[in-house]
């Protein structure tokens, strides 16, 4: 099976591939690079992404 490609997928795209694959590595990177270019934002694992998503959807349904 071929690698999708991450450059041309959406962030929120991407993001539900990472959670989907959790072990696809290139993927967990090309999301992290793409986080860690917006301000404040630092990846060091799997878990921390889960909880910055987690913190993001929070955020969301509160200023719903």
Request: glycine share 2%; proline share 5%; aromatic share 6%.
């Amino acid at each position: 099976m071929s690698q999708p490609n991450f450059e041309t997928m959406t962030k929120k795209d991407l993001r539900a591939y990472v959670l989907a694959n959790i072990n696809d590595t290139d993927a967990f990177h090309a999301l992290c690079d793409r986080l860690y270019a917006e301000p404040g934002i630092t990846i060091t694992s799997p878990e921390q992404l889960e909880q910055v998503i987690n913190a993001r959807r929070a955020l969301r349904e509160q200023s719903q």
